[in-house]
């Protein structure tokens, strides 16, 4: 009923940037929380970053500084800039958005994109 649909990936340069989207489109009430989490080979799937509906933002400590997590509610979208990349934010990101669905009886659920690669080459 609701999908995520990713965009932006790719390979970059240490010190590069990249600019992530994901997009929430279907059966919307509402989008509380939207988040970034990525997973690296190997490694458990950690949070990168979470923004509110009302703007409020959460980062992890490796990234802050570095990445800006921003939305448009307007759109059901939200949008990871990445800055400064090094080799290690190399992973498979993903959207995540905590969702009212609009349904005969709302009901509220978490929603999670496919992933978009991104690699930082040193």
């Known amino acids: 009923q609701v999908q995520l649909v990713e965009s932006g990936g790719g390979l970059v340069q240490a010190g590069g940037s990249l600019r992530l989207s994901c997009a929430a489109s279907g059966s919307i009430f509402s989008i509380n929380a939207m988040g970034w989490y990525r997973q690296a080979p190997g490694k458990q799937r950690e949070l990168v970053a979470t923004?509110?509906?009302?703007?409020?933002?959460v980062y992890a400590d490796s990234v802050k500084g570095r990445f800006t997590v921003s939305r448009d509610n307007a759109k059901n979208t939200v949008y990871l800039q990445m800055s400064n990349l090094k080799p290690e934010d190399t992973a498979v990101y993903s959207c995540?958005?905590?969702?009212?669905?609009?349904?005969?009886?709302?009901?509220?659920?978490?929603?999670w994109g496919q992933g978009t690669q991104v690699t930082v080459s040193s």
């Open positions: 923004i509110t509906s009302g703007g409020s933002t």
């Open positions: 995540n958005a905590d969702t009212v669905v609009a349904a005969p009886v709302p009901y509220d659920d978490v929603y």
